[in-house]
């Protein structure tokens, strides 16, 4: 007897429309508050008028926010950098291990990412301390004569933003890293090269891509950090988000915080279209 196939079920046509719709209420519409909040004339008391004026973004000329601009966008993008240098050679490392290894060290390091940013800085700022840091340890076997703080310092907050980003790193270059078919390597070494040869000259040109999605990963996520440059830095260290907040909570200036805001939105979102950009270059190319 044969069996008739049964029809497939049409998906209807408005279940594509809801991606559109909670992109559009929970994305959109706040950016557009916030932008309308930031063209407005300012009242002083923390209110604002409706308005359209440059005011709040004219105040980015100054060398004050200059400053922390640029402090800013060097410090994640110093974050960043040393995230992807530390954990593209870890994960390459990984790779190599058994199924069993990977399966534990990729456990760890999902249950650092369970852990906050309050637990992280705090831990961080006791460890860096001068009472109960790690100084008295190097004091005791004579790297220094006394023990010493390291925070507040420009060390201590980079070694936080890098506690939370390397596990970012890690998950973002081991997918393609453990597909990477060893067998080039070793055609590589066979040819003569050296192992630090085939590993800048095979393995990195072939990650690019990877690479440079976690780079800009671990940069927007960074540059939105907000506890550990109060926790862990000196107020010249601090990010642009610690500056929204006081702009919008200590300062009462509501259009200069959003305008702000909006500025952190459109570089992150410039990063994010750079990489769909060049990923789809690689892709036809």
Sequence with gaps: MTHLAEPETAVPRWIALWPALMLGLFFLVPFGIMLSV????????????PGFEWASYIR????????????????????AAICVVLAFPFTVFLATMSRTVQTRVLVVLLSVLSLSE????????TLLSQTAGIGNLFAAIGLIDAPRAYTPSLFALLTGLCYLGFPFAVLVLYAPVSRLDPEIVEAARVMGASAARAFFGVVVPLQRGALTGAFILIFVFTLGSYLLPQ????????????????????????PFAAAMSVFLMLVALALVGLASLAGRDRGAA
């Design 38 to 49: 930031s063209v407005a004339h300012r009242v002083e008391g923390g209110f604002f008028e």
């Design 60 to 79: 980015f000329l100054t060398p004050f926010f200059g400053r922390v601009l640029a402090v800013s966008l060097g410090i994640s993008l110093a974050a």
């Design 118 to 125: 309050v637990i992280i800085g705090f831990s961080l700022s």
């Design 231 to 254: 926790l862990l830095g000196r107020p010249e260290h601090w990010t642009l988000s610690v500056h929204i907040t006081d702009q919008a909570i200590y300062q009462a200036n509501l």
